[in-house]
């Protein structure tokens, strides 16, 4: 008799795991409620996939124990998954240490492993949704709802690996039933919340700079201290603040938001510059175009949109030469230019997040084996695990990794 493993979730980390179980010799059953795996897999890196980074570190990921992130990276580097998918066929490319495939699509690393299931006959059940989870005796017997909730079946295997996702990015099917799935056994979840999301906040202004891409540093401060910054292509929206910068610090101000904390996020337009320097700058600018008013020394040197706002956010009046204003006036426009404070009321939801923060309690996980410690036989993997990782390649890397080691030991378990 085969090994039976059923693996809950047909996404990243579902599928590595059911093709690392399936390799350790047990029969695999993949139960996923969507019509067809690997839903998100497609949309990830804008269709191209960032599947892992070569700068690989704990640091790069959030979890209330640490310790738990290290224990996994330092099983699956990054050079694991990388030989992985080699094997599998995927040629990458690195761009500064993100990784992609080289076809520069993300259908290949999906049907890569596909392919690699339908080898090891991994049975695909779609269209199915996982209820329940029970223990009967050494057994562990599996609940499922299909035909619109109206059929129930009822599956038994030795294993089960729940690798059911977050909320995040719900237009993909994630609906956090995996959350309630592991707290009915016991399992402490702490609060999934949007994590890599877009920043709102509120102003007249936000309408005038919408559309505006600019090279800038973002910081969130909150009660006073600044807790995360980051730099790069800040996109300025008709609700608030998007692009990679913003969601690098984003689950901080998720954090802060759900403790009912003030923020702050305040934005650099020119990182490359202190004030003096910049000041010194603007009156060069002056100096060479004396004739020029406010609004027309602004003209190349940051997008019209955001300049006429930052003008007007200053109270300058833009059909004035720089040199009628005073040194405090001219003060006052460099802090608009170099800190700019935008309050934050909050982040945009679930379903445009690319991941959440929060999930299954790691200190009720075996870190080694990936094993639940509330309930034995049951194994956990990918984004419903307590760990959130920046933007880079980091969260595949997570559910990939999870997923090859949650597979192996509930593939290899009853191996004599
Ligand atoms: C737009 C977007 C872009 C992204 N880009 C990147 C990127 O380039 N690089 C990167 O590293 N990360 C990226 N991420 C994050 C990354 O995609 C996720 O962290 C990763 O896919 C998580 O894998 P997972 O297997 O844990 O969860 P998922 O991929 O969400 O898979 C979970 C699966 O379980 C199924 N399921 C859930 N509950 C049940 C149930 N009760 N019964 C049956 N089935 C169930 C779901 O339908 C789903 O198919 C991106 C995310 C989004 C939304």
Redesign the pocket.
């Known amino acids: 008799m085969h090994n039976h493993v059923i693996v809950?979730?047909?996404?990243?980390?579902?599928?590595?795991a059911a093709i690392a179980a399936a390799r350790e010799g047990s029969h695999v059953t993949i139960?996923?409620?969507?019509d067809r795996?690997?839903?998100?897999?497609l949309?990830?890196?804008?269709g191209?996939?960032?599947?892992?980074?070569q700068n690989m570190g704990s640091e790069y990921y959030r979890s209330n124990n640490p310790g738990f992130v290290e224990q996994v990276l330092w099983k699956i580097p990054s050079e694991t998954i990388l030989r992985f998918f080699e094997e599998l066929g995927i040629r990458t490319v690195d761009k500064n240490g993100y990784v992609y495939p080289a076809s520069g699509q993300?259908s290949s690393v999906l049907d890569v492993l596909r392919m690699e299931l339908s080898y090891h006959n991994v049975v695909v059940e779609t269209n199915?949704?996982?209820?329940e989870i029970r223990k009967i005796k050494d057994k562990i017997q599996v609940k499922?709802v299909c035909g619109e909730g109206k059929e129930k079946k009822y599956y038994e295997a030795d294993s089960v690996i729940l690798?059911?996702?977050?909320l995040?990015?719900n237009h993909?099917?994630?609906?956090?039933?995996?959350y309630?799935?592991a707290r009915k056994m016991g399992h402490h979840i702490y609060k999934p919340l949007p994590a890599?999301v877009q920043l709102r906040s509120k102003g007249d202004f936000l309408k005038q700079w919408a559309g505006v891409r600019v090279d800038g540093a973002v910081s969130i401060w909150i009660d006073g201290e600044c807790i995360a910054k980051d730099r790069g292509e800040i996109q300025l929206t008709d609700y608030g603040i998007s692009g990679i910068p913003v969601f690098q610090v984003s689950r901080f101000v998720s954090e802060a938001l759900e403790r009912k904390k003030q923020v702050l996020a305040r934005l650099d337009f020119f990182p490359d510059m202190n004030r003096h320097g910049l000041y010194r700058y603007l009156e060069k600018r002056f100096e060479d175009c004396p004739y020029k008013s406010l609004d027309d020394m602004m003209v190349g040197l940051l997008n019209k949109k955001l300049s006429s706002v930052l003008v007007k956010e200053a109270q300058m009046d833009g059909k004035r030469n720089w040199s009628s204003f005073s040194k405090v006036e001219k003060n006052r426009f460099c802090e608009i230019l170099d800190d700019f404070t935008l309050p934050i009321y909050g982040t945009n939801s679930f379903a445009q997040?690319?991941?959440c923060m929060g999930g299954v309690d790691t200190k009720e996980i075996n870190g080694k084996t990936m094993e639940s410690q509330k309930m034995s036989g049951v194994y956990f993997?990918?984004?419903?695990?307590d760990v959130?990782?920046i933007?880079?390649?980091?969260?595949?890397?997570?559910?990939w990794a999870?997923?090859l080691i949650a597979g192996k030991h509930a593939g290899g378990k009853n191996k004599i």
């Open positions: 809950v979730g047909g996404g990243a980390a579902g599928l590595v139960l996923e409620h969507n795996v690997g839903k998100k897999i949309v990830t890196g804008n191209k996939c960032n599947m892992t980074n993300a199915v949704h996982v209820d499922v690798a059911c996702g977050s995040a990015g993909t099917g994630n609906d956090g039933s995996g309630e799935l890599l997040a690319q991941v993997a990918g984004e419903m695990i959130d990782g933007c880079g390649g980091y969260n595949l890397h997570f559910a999870t997923g």
